[in-house]
């Protein structure tokens, strides 16, 4: 086997493994018990070391899910049994006893995640373990995710295992048909989940699609419970205007602002799903929520012929709605860019920098970008190259690097 077809193994058991990781140990766990996750972690994990290492010389099978679920349900079998033996107790399962159904993944990766949501833990807790058991997600994603120290997920992994098992005890199935007592919860998830794959945070990722389209998939899997879910609907709308644009979203590996994006690339039939998820929401029937303002937002950009024919006041008032919903630097950061094409520059300089005191690490990068666009729209040069090398400061991610390389060099030439 040469360099390429090791190439497409690994990338194929990559892609695999976002796609299968969380339905693999939603399965296993169904099967197994929750009390068994850590066990079910380890044995998907080698599941996969083994997929890497016999495929690149038997090749890949022909049902490569249902391989890797046989390979780690032995394993985690002959896990048990050896605990089974130092406890001097009779491990309870036997292979050949035990038939895993791959069609079953799907929901019992919806009651894994709503069995995480049952757990005594914050909310924010829940969205981490979720994220680390059923997303595949690394610390650093889920740090990059949430915005917050990388030790503080560590910490939290690990003090999570004894609570998942724990728990498992007293816990007693689901209904998936009364489901939307957890919606928050779920959405919140998946949010995060489609938002790492939008613009990855690995030091040389851009956009990961097989995360942004594991989101939607579940999503919808999620539909089938909750049809006239507004917030629901309004997230798939977004996913799909999202996703629409991924054509026209990087050239040559650089990214592309919305401004010079080549907006015949835009996907119009996934423009036409997202509408058709918006047109079935009722808001006489609900709130307003984040993710309807989001994918309201997201319209107004995608129903521009030009850029320069924004409706931006329009998107002014909607992320003002936003900012009453979600008091964030981000959101003000993002209104603020969108004022820039129609307001005085130098106010908007002043507003923003009243946000500089209380920025964290992570908020650093998008707000010294956005100060230096808009010294450089004010034709102020000098100070938009100090903010665009302070902004580098503050990025690890290769494309990031490259966009602010390049916005540097056009300034000054």
């Not at 066990?39 to 016999?54: C, G, K, M, T, W």
């Not at 009722?282 to 303002?293: A, S």
Request: proline share 2%.
């Amino acid at each position: 086997m040469n360099n390429s077809d090791h190439n497409t193994i690994n990338k194929f058991t990559d892609h695999l493994f976002r796609e299968s990781h969380g339905k693999m140990i939603a399965l296993l766990s169904a099967k197994f018990g929750y009390q068994q996750i850590d066990n079910i972690v380890d044995a998907v994990q080698e599941a996969f070391e083994v997929a890497l290492n016999e495929w690149k010389y038997k090749g890949i099978p022909n049902h490569s899910f249902a391989w890797l679920i046989q390979v780690s349900k032995n394993k985690l079998i002959n896990k048990i049994k050896r605990e089974a033996i130092g406890r001097h107790i009779t491990c309870q399962f036997h292979a050949e006893d035990l038939q895993l159904d791959p069609d079953e993944a799907e929901d019992s990766l919806i009651r894994l995640l709503v069995y995480f949501s049952k757990i005594n833990l914050s909310d924010r807790n829940k969205v981490i373990i979720a994220l680390f058991y059923l997303c595949g997600f690394g610390y650093i994603e889920i740090s990059h995710a949430l915005m917050l120290p990388l030790e503080t997920i560590k910490k939290m992994i690990v003090r999570s295992k004894s609570m998942i098992k724990d728990f498992a005890i007293q816990y007693e199935d689901y209904d998936l048909n009364v489901l939307h007592k957890e919606m928050p919860y779920l959405l919140h998830v998946l949010y995060l989940m489609f938002n790492e794959g939008f613009k990855s945070s690995r030091k040389n990722g851009s956009i990961h699609h097989d995360l942004c389209f594991e989101a939607i998939r579940l999503a919808v899997l999620i539909k089938n419970y909750q049809q006239e879910n507004c917030e629901l609907n309004a997230i798939l709308a977004l996913f799909f205007f999202h996703i629409a644009r991924f054509p026209a979203r990087m050239d040559n590996n650089m990214w592309i602002s919305m401004e010079h994006q080549d907006r015949t690339l835009w996907d119009k039939n996934l423009i036409a799903e997202g509408f058709a998820y918006l047109n079935q929401i009722d808001l006489k029937k609900n709130r307003l929520n984040k993710y309807y303002l989001e994918a309201l937002i997201a319209s107004v950009h995608l129903s521009a012929v030009q850029y320069e024919k924004t409706n931006w006041q329009l998107l002014s008032k909607l992320y003002t709605q936003l900012t009453l919903l979600e008091p964030t630097i981000s959101v003000e950061i993002n209104k603020i860019i969108v004022e820039s094409n129609y307001l005085p520059i130098a106010g908007l300089i002043e507003k923003i920098k009243n946000f500089e005191p209380d920025l964290n690490e992570f908020l650093k990068f998008p707000f010294y970008t956005t100060l230096a666009h808009l010294y450089e729209k004010n034709k102020m040069n000098q100070l938009a190259s100090t903010y665009y090398l302070r902004a580098l400061l503050h990025t690890k991610n290769q494309f990031d690097r490259d966009y602010i390389g390049q916005k540097i060099t056009k300034i000054v030439q």
